[in-house]
């Protein structure tokens, strides 16, 4: 029993450490330059302590309401704006 636990951890610690070397040797994915699903919304890169991040700006934030699809640089001008909090 005790050299069947053995054998069974293993083989799970060679294929932690197999699929570590994998994931070593695999090239990194490249970024899609638009979205798939909105190619007009621009996407735009940071850099923060050394790792660059992505993210994108789309909307008007919490108050503003937009047409769907109308993402330019007036969109949030032409927003209908509302407070919830007045009557």
């Not at 996407?43 to 993210?55: E, F, Q, S, T």
């Not at 994108?56 to 934030?61: E, V, Y």
């Not at 969109?75 to 509302?82: K, L």
Request: charged share 15%; glycine share 8%; proline share 7%.
């Amino acid at each position: 029993m005790s050299l069947f636990l053995v054998a069974f951890v293993a083989v799970g610690i060679g294929l932690w450490r197999v699929s570590f070397a994998v994931e070593a040797v695999r090239p990194a994915p490249e970024a899609p330059r638009a979205l798939s699903w909105e190619p007009e919304i621009p996407i735009a890169y940071v850099d923060v302590d050394g790792v660059k991040l992505r993210y994108i700006r789309a909307g008007c934030g919490w108050f503003g309401v937009t047409t769907i699809g109308q993402h330019s640089k007036n969109a949030c001008a032409s927003a209908v704006w509302f407070n919830p909090l007045q009557q």
